[in-house]
């Protein structure tokens, strides 16, 4: 979930989705009168463009409307993932179960029932925002370190938010599921949530999911699994150049030294390390030797064992 958004004048902004006029009334003005900017839309399509307008940091939303019901609006807004991270309570009237499931089945966050009280409202909204500063915060030291990270909703897979170092890694990997506006969580990440899950009801090792491309590795790490709502998933890009740039920076090596080392603990020949990097095997050796000189050790599978263990600690 995101934290409230503020409007321009530094007031959080809450959509309410309502096509009774007397209930939007009531509602607008418990909540002017707390100090939030009140937006309102009276039917479903209205609602969708607000939402995708004004970025609200919370929506109430009618569940019975004329034309497109709450339900459907809700789905279409998890469905977006401009929209998805909104948290939507549910207003209703009804009280069957099989509507509240519903409502939380669309992916709404809560729901309250009619007639409205406004003072249960605001207790619902506060409840929630101080959710959503936690997220944002963890989220925001995220960006802030420049770490890759997605927040996902383990029912159903669905992308709650991202950071743009994730984005950028998941349309690289994933580019017939992860278009610029619009995501579809790729079935390989669908399946392995699905054994998080059931990994964490057995107590068994949590797995872990990695995308193999020619020109890298993609690992999904879980880092926190605890909220029920959304699970945040560590990524982590491994790659030949990125291994050869650490190696470099460990061991003070040149940039040949580097690659000519990296290769070696791929079991490469030097006559296979010289036909890649377009040297002769009698250049490579002489690399390897000052690479000796400079890790401490004698000979090559030595060289590719302390090399190795230290690329290990830093993936």
Known sequence: MSNLKPSRDGAPIVLIVDDVPDNLAVLHDALDESGFTVLVA??????????????????????????????????????????????????????????VVAAFQAGGTDYITKPIRAIEVLARIDAHMQTSRLMNQARGALDAFGQAAVAITPSNGKVVWQTPLAREWMQRYFPEHYAHYQSKTPPQVLSWIEKVSLARETQADIPLLTIVLPRGRLNFVPAELNDSEQWVILLREESDAAQIEALMTIFKLTSRESEVLYWATKGKTSRDIGDILGSSPRTVNKHLEHVFVKLGVETRTAAAALASSKIRTIK
């Open 42 to 99: 009276n039917n479903g399509e209205a609602a969708l463009v607000a939402a995708i307008e004004a970025q609200p940091g919370i929506i109430l939303l009618d569940a019975i409307m004329p034309g497109m019901d709450g339900f459907e609006v809700c789905r279409k807004l998890k469905a977006d993932i401009n929209t998805r991270h909104i948290p939507i309570i549910f207003m209703t009237g009804l009280t069957e179960s099989e509507h």
